[in-house]
């Protein structure tokens, strides 16, 4: 079962770059989150403050009674036990094949005999699909093949918290839509909590239980998936539905003759929420919520065909 993570009035800078002020959040356990926002926004910096890499200016993440943003060298090693993380290219070493790439953590952080080892490897390799593939060196697969060869690294301790930095870079849609079922499935079978972060509008719109956006050095938005699908925050409609209007412009904001320009242009509707992916196994998610329960619950009235088996993924699709 996964872990809580609790984010409270964080902050981090580069010397005198902001990256950004007083993020707040829980992240629930068990459950998937993705993380949006524009180019340069710092994304991928809170990913890697959110596992230790980096040292926030001010504020604390609590992962089981314990502050990794303020703890000793010591406990962050132990607490880092907790995660496995999908890095955006695989991170994988060349030299080796897939199978001593996935075992890699094993013998650096476990006692574990080589027989042991097999079978965890050969598990992860076979809960991603790569049975056969295990001879095989990083340069000999695809970018897809890749990506998952580095999930089952992520996965080969069994973590309570994956993180997955921007999962779909460098992958066609096809292999996207894979990659974003097998991690649905894997949450299914693991109750692992989840963080994504990612670009890609489809995979925010039908993965996710949770929802957050950094924007302008802040956190916009954070909540659940259809809350911010159904938002008229600007910044959140704008960049949720790929739309052209609204104040994130090619240099993320936009300028006041830009604002001017379209004060009276009108927003083209919502569109519809498109149902959340379901795992290809039939297990139900814990996680997993009914359609429109947000909504519903929050008397907020969801665009027009929301829901429906027959919805595009995402907006123009």
């Known amino acids: 079962m996964g872990v809580e993570i609790k984010v409270d009035g964080l902050t981090k800078s580069f010397g005198k770059d902001l990256i950004w002020k007083d993020v707040s959040l829980t992240i629930p356990a068990g459950e998937i989150c993705v993380m949006l926002g524009p180019s340069g926004t710092g994304k991928s910096v809170f990913l890697k403050t959110i596992i230790g890499l980096l040292k926030p200016d001010t504020g604390s993440i609590v992962i089981e009674g314990l502050d ?24 994988m070493f060349g030299s080796m094949s897939l199978y001593d790439n996935v075992a890699f953590p094993l013998r650096e952080h476990t006692k574990k005999s080589e027989s042991e080892i097999r079978d965890l490897v050969m598990e992860k390799m076979e809960l991603v699909g790569l049975l056969g593939a295990e001879d095989k060196l990083p340069g000999e697969i695809s970018g897809g093949m890749r990506k998952r060869a580095g999930l089952a690294r992520a996965l ?25 079922q097998l ?11 989840m963080l994504i972060v990612t670009h890609d509008i489809n995979t925010a719109r039908t993965v996710p239980d949770n929802i957050g956006l950094l924007y302008h050095k802040h956190l916009a938005m954070f909540g659940p998936r259809e809350m911010l699908l159904s938002s008229e925050e600007p910044v959140v409609r704008q960049f949720l539905n790929a739309q052209r209007v609204g104040p994130i412009g090619m240099s993320e904001e936009k300028d006041a003759d830009e604002l001017e320009q379209e004060k009276d242009e009108e927003l083209p509707p919502l569109p519809p929420i498109p149902p959340q992916i379901e ?20 008397n907020v009235t969801p665009p027009p065909g929301s829901f429906d088996d027959n919805v595009s993924m995402a907006p123009g699709a």
């Open 68 to 91: 990794i943003a303020n703890c000793s060298e010591k406990d962050l090693y132990e607490v880092r036990k907790l995660f496995g993380v999908l890095f955006q290219d695989g991170a």
């Open 279 to 298: 795992p290809s196994n039939g297990i139900r998610r814990t996680a997993m919520r009914e359609p429109g329960a947000w909504c519903r619950d929050n």
């Open 156 to 180: 080969v301790l069994d973590p309570e918290i994956v993180l997955f930095d921007e999962p779909d870079s460098g992958l066609d849609p096809v292999r996207t839509a894979f990659l974003n």
């Open 183 to 193: 991690i649905v499935d894997l949450n299914a079978q693991i109750d692992a909590t």
